[in-house]
């Protein structure tokens, strides 16, 4: 078992930056497929970036368009999503979570445990 913890959100503006963090505790996640997902009021989850074992393969979803990082330090069991030129449509609650399948899947459903996640407002 693992638990998925996020941290590094805000209220920030257009334009400006954050860094996510997840941290994962229980266990170490160096050996596995993590992913950055997000969710909007009434909207469905939805991938934004995913990062394999070693770091030295990563993924992002379409929107992304070179604006967001992911990176890892498996030294520190830690993921991290760098969030440059944000905008007020990148709003909602980003989540972390491990990646069941190993194929890099962008699916929620082929993730488990999930974090609970953290707010992220950009007001325009």
């Known amino acids: 078992q693992v638990e998925l913890v996020e941290s590094g959100g805000g209220l920030v503006q257009a334009g400006d930056s954050l860094r996510l963090s997840c941290a994962a505790s229980g266990r170490t996640i160096s050996s596995d497929n993590m992913g950055w997902f997000r969710q909007a009021p009434g909207k469905e989850r939805e991938f934004v970036a995913g990062?394999?074992?070693?770091?030295?393969?990563?993924y992002y979803a379409d929107f992304v368009q070179g604006r967001f990082t992911i990176s890892r330090d498996n030294a520190k069991n830690t993921v991290y999503l760098q969030m440059n030129s944000l905008k007020p449509e990148d709003t909602a609650v980003y989540y972390c979570?491990?990646?069941?399948?190993?194929?890099?899947?962008?699916?929620?459903?082929?993730?488990?445990?999930w974090g609970q996640g953290t707010q992220v407002t950009v007001s325009s």
């Open positions: 990062i394999n074992w070693s770091g030295g393969s990563t």
């Open positions: 979570a491990k990646d069941r399948t190993g194929r890099g899947s962008r699916w929620p459903r082929e993730y488990h445990y």
